[in-house]
């Protein structure tokens, strides 16, 4: 019987895959068997290493996701390097943390840039790849903020809701045209966005004190769901954004 989770003979992109998140699923999708290109501006060593000792191809793309200046070379030098693109991972990301009160139009601009904007022009340059191709898996990166408020970090709740909406849209666009438009929604995992909760005593027992699991989520914790997300098991699904919390949405 066919393995309906391998991802042999796939191409994966993924943004922001030096570390945390990203690296986690960079690694994951190349357990599943894809090639993998990675796509940020700061050098993926440990994430490169890690793909090709599974045996797997890998691509570094030096890209500066801020501006959307370099999204369309992006897909192209991943399709000219590795043939082909089959699943992209919106991971990128950045948040910046003050009183609402207080918060600059620096700090909206940039996150809303990379979180959203970025986000959304990658898709679409993916997606005429995978129309021409006849089928495609894109995977964007939400959070709990994609159905919380949280606070004090306006321009990230606002950029999560938003690839939320974004992730709805494109599904009700591509799934006619084989292509699946889905979302991960991770829980408070220990990566270098919430190293300053994590730091802080207090709002960290907070924290913990609400997730049943009883700990913070590690990047491999999210792995399995973007295989699933990217193989062919996962071919029906449309416009889902699944939580990756430790159970902290149902508490």
Known sequence: MKNPFS?????????GANTGLGQ????????????????????PTETEAMVKKIGCKFLNIDAN?????????????????????????????????????????????????VNLKSLFF???A?????VGQGAGKIIN???MLSFQGGIRVPSYTASKSGAAGITRLLANEWAAKNINVNAIAP?????????QLRQDEARSKEIMARIPAGRWGEPSDVGG??????SSAADYLHGAIIPVDGGWLAR
């Not at 959307?68 to 192209?76: E, H, L, N, S």
């Open 225 to 230: 769901t973007a295989v699933f997300l990217a």
């Open 141 to 143: 990166i939400c959070s």
């Open 7 to 15: 991802l042999e003979g796939k191409v994966a992109l993924v943004t």
């Open 187 to 195: 829980g408070y995992m220990a990566t270098d966005n919430t190293a």
């Open 24 to 43: 986690g699923i960079a690694v994951a999708l190349a357990e599943a068997g894809a090639d993998i290109a990675v796509a940020g501006f700061v050098p």
């Open 65 to 113: 996701l801020m501006s959307i200046g370099p999204v369309a070379r992006v897909v192209a030098e991943t399709v000219a390097g590795l043939g082909r693109l089959d699943i992209l991972v919106n991971n990128a990301g950045m948040i910046r943390r003050a009183d609402s009160l207080e918060f600059s139009e620096k700090d909206w601009d940039d996150v809303m840039n």
């Open 126 to 130: 993916a997606g005429r790849v995978m």
């Open 122 to 124: 990658m898709c679409q």
